[in-house]
């Protein structure tokens, strides 16, 4: 039964993420202040992958920091009592 929920939750997602990127355009900028698509929906997704990567990096830094401090405030609180 929670398989079927988790399958079922992946494809609303998956449906409305489809809805949702399609919508996106990646475009850069040329000389003349020209604006040249580059890729439209789903084709984003492989030129963007160094940003995601990046994103993670950063999102695990904050994350191995906030467990160390919280870590070393709750050994400071149990060596205080």
Request: glycine share 6%; proline share 2%; aromatic share 14%.
């Amino acid at each position: 039964m929670c398989m079927a929920i988790y399958v079922a939750l992946f494809a609303l997602l998956l449906f409305y993420s489809d809805y949702a990127i399609e919508q996106y355009a990646l475009s850069i900028t040329t000389g003349e202040q020209q604006w040249m698509v580059v890729a439209i929906g789903w084709e984003m997704l492989p030129m963007l992958w160094p940003v995601g990567l990046l994103l993670m990096i950063v999102a695990s830094g904050v994350t191995l920091f906030v467990v160390r401090w919280l870590g070393n405030k709750h050994a400071s609180d149990k060596t205080a009592h």
